[in-house]
Structures are given as structure tokens and as C-alpha cells.
């Protein structure tokens, strides 16, 4: 039923026409300013009305040292395009697949429109089906979060580990006192002129050396772990907000982000078998590719004896990256029966900390097997 309704939905009515665009000749400098000025991540770039790719501020962020003189057109990443015929679950599928926020309608070589996040998060925000689904069985947790006295370069470190854009910042008694994200980093800690713009050089500016508590956006908007999800999207979509810290009473227990909402609209398409994407690897990594879904296909045997497995998305990150061993960070998300598991495992072989994961993630359904027959008992 969820995917029918949201299927019913075609692309042209969810595609802004009136969108921002940048050539091959613009720099750096140039995107960051665009970017901060219409909040878009992800920029289509066009070359005399030709389509030739999005401008993508995780490229940006991603570079140790960034010039803000550098023409995009060495930056240009080539990201799927929509047309006007593909259904919204595919749709989600290619946000989720490529970590975008943004994606451009192409009719032949001209873009047309763009499909944004917030489009979607609209429509779920508008389904019925919707309030069978608790933020709880979605949310991401454990939640990660820095201390309001941390510094801002802290907080990015976190953000460029782990991939994300926004924190929950809490006090020294662990309540909830903000959030901090990448706008704020980038109001604070660039401004045109700069030598380098990369997120490296971000951590080391000396304007971020400053609490994060002087930058947090301190007026928050939170939702109950018990709330519906359509009151969340509804949230997010009349706030314009990408990410609600959970909370459970005045307890922070989670996050639930834009991203989790299309991953559960992505987990709707149909498939005929388990949906995986693993993301982050460099292309000498690539080679472990089998031995590590091998490991997957294991565990994932003896989740599927426990429930229904729909989509599993593994993101690897490094630390250490400029000495001799590598040291590896995977955060792992399985969305099975409309509920997300999430996992986080550390170490410096690849393949051991993917079998390590997984065998979290087995670990998170088995226990939270229990605790869902708990809620359901209370009706939750």
C-alpha cells in the first residue's frame, strides 16, 4: 500500500523548475557562495544549456585542501539523472545509492528541473500509511553527538568521519542544548577569499577553534520516540528542516534525518532479492568487494530466519590516512520490515571489521526483536 502510494505520485510534480545553475568555468569559490545562498547541496552544471554533471559540496568537503580559485570543471561529479517517466521509489533508491540531495530531471541533454529530498520528505509527509510507522522503528541509533564546550574543528572531525552534516550538541548533564552542522561550519569557518576551502582545512582554520556552543542553532525541534512518522515528515517539511534529534522523555536517544525517511521510501520498491550498497571504497579497496559480501550473505541467513531483510547500505570512511596502516570506520544500516538496525564497527582490516559489523547488526535484531514484541504489547 505504501508503495502505491507513493508511486501515484509522478516526477513532474514533485520537480522545481526554478533552480540554481553553475558552468564549467565557475570556481570553487563561486559554488560555496551559490550553495550558501539557496541551501542546495548537490548543483547541476551546464555548459552552453548542456547538461554536464552536479557540483556536489561533499566534493568540496572531501578535498583536504580545496582552492577556492579552482574551476568545477575538474569537479564534476556524474550523478544518475531522472526522467519524467521513473517512479518515486526509484527515485529514492539513486538518493540513497549516491548520498544526494539533489538530483536533475534531464529531457535529452537539457535539465529540466531538479528533485530534491525535501520533495519527497513532502510526500511521505502527506501518507496515511505513515502512522502505522513509529519514529522508533526508524531512527538512527546510538546517536552521536558532541558537547556544547567542544570546539567547532571537534565537531567537523566528527561530521568528515562519520559522513554526515549535523550534530546534536547536549550540556555537560547530557541534555539536549542544540544542533550544529555543516551550514554552520561553513558560515563560520569560510568566506570567499580564503586560500583553502576544503572540510581538512575547515578543522584547522583558527575560526573554528572556538566552542561549538557559540555557533549552535539553539532553538531545536524535537520529536517524541512514540510519535507517528508522518508527524515527523510533516515536521521537516513545513520547518524545512533536515534532522530531528528523538527524544524520549527528556532523554536524547536518536536521530531521524531526511536520509532515514528516503531509505524508508527507497526499501519500498520492489525487488527480488536483498537490496546492498556499499559506499566509501577507493578502488584498491575494490578487490575486497566479494570477501566481504560473502560475510554479509552469512549473516544475513540468520537475520532472514528472524525477519524479512529489504535494503543494506555500508558506508567506509578512514582514519590515519596519511600513514602506513589504515584504520577503518564502517557504520552499516538494514532496513528490515520497516524498521532500520544500525551498527558502527572500528579496526585496521577491512574484512574483519565488516565481519564485525554484521555481526552487530545481527546482534541489534536479535535483541530488538524482544523490545518490538514489548512495544507492540503496549501498542506503541
Not at 539557496?38 to 566534493?59: A, F, L, N
Not at 521513473?86 to 538530483?103: D, F, G, P, S, Y
Not at 510526500?123 to 531512527?139: F, H, N, P, Q
Request: aromatic share 4%; net charge negative; with cysteine.
Amino acid at each position: 500500500m505504501l508503495k502505491s502510494q507513493i508511486d501515484a505520485v509522478p516526477v513532474k510534480d514533485i520537480t522545481t523548475a526554478d533552480f540554481p545553475s553553475l558552468s564549467p568555468d565557475d570556481t570553487v569559490s563561486d559554488s560555496l557562495a551559490l550553495m550558501k545562498r539557496t541551501g542546495y547541496q548537490e548543483i547541476p552544471v551546464i555548459d552552453k544549456g548542456i547538461y554536464c554533471g552536479m557540483m556536489r559540496y561533499s566534493t568540496i568537503l572531501r578535498k583536504k585542501s580545496a582552492v577556492p580559485d579552482t574551476k568545477i570543471k575538474t569537479l564534476v561529479s556524474s550523478l544518475p539523472v531522472i526522467d519524467g517517466d521513473m517512479e518515486v521509489t526509484e527515485i529514492a533508491e539513486l538518493m540513497v545509492t549516491n548520498n544526494c540531495r539533489q538530483l536533475a530531471v534531464v529531457d535529452g541533454k537539457r535539465v529540466t528541473g531538479i528533485v530534491s529530498r525535501t520533495a519527497l520528505i513532502q510526500i511521505a509527509a502527506g501518507l496515511k500509511s505513515l502512522r502505522d510507522v513509529r519514529v522508533w522503528e526508524i531512527m538512527t541509533t546510538p546517536v552521536v553527538y558532541c558537547r556544547d564546550n567542544d570546539m567547532l574543528a571537534s565537531a567537523v572531525d566528527t561530521m568528515r568521519d562519520l559522513d554526515i552534516r549535523t550534530l546534536p550538541v547536549v550540556d555537560s548533564a547530557d541534555r539536549l542544548v542544540g544542533v550544529v552542522g555543516m551550514k554552520e561550519v561553513i558560515e563560520n569557518g569560510w568566506k570567499s577569499g580564503d586560500r583553502s576551502a576544503g572540510i581538512g582545512a575547515m578543522s584547522k582554520n583558527p575560526a573554528n577553534q572556538i566552542p561549538v556552543s557559540s555557533v549552535a542553532v539553539t532553538h531545536v525541534l524535537t520529536v517524541d520516540w512514540e510519535d507517528d512518522m508522518d508527524v515527523a515528515a510533516d515536521i521537516m517539511s513545513t520547518k524545512k528542516i533536515s534532522t530531528l534529534p528523538v527524544t524520549d522523555g527528556n532523554e536524547l536517544i536518536g536521530v531521524l534525518t531526511e536520509y532515514d525517511i528516503i531509505e524508508l521510501i527507497s526499501a519500498c520498491r520492489e525487488r527480488e532479492q536483498l537490496y546492498v550498497q556499499i559506499s566509501g571504497l577507493t578502488d584498491e579497496e575494490k578487490v575486497f568487494t566479494d570477501a566481504m559480501y560473502d560475510d554479509i550473505g552469512s549473516e544475513i541467513t540468520k537475520i532472514s530466519k528472524i525477519c524479512r531483510p529489504d535494503s543494506l547500505s555500508i558506508h567506509v570512511t578512514r582514519y590515519n590516512e596519511d600513514g602506513d596502516k589504515k584504520k577503518y570506520s564502517l557504520i552499516g544500516k538494514l532496513f528490515a520490515n520497516g524498521i532500520t538496525y544500525n551498527a558502527k564497527a572500528v579496526g585496521w582490516d577491512l574484512i574483519q571489521t565488516n565481519k564485525d559489523l554484521m555481526k552487530k547488526i545481527s546482534e541489534d535484531v536479535n535483541t530488538r526483536k524482544e523490545i518490538i514484541k514489548d512495544n507492540r504489547r503496549r501498542k506503541i
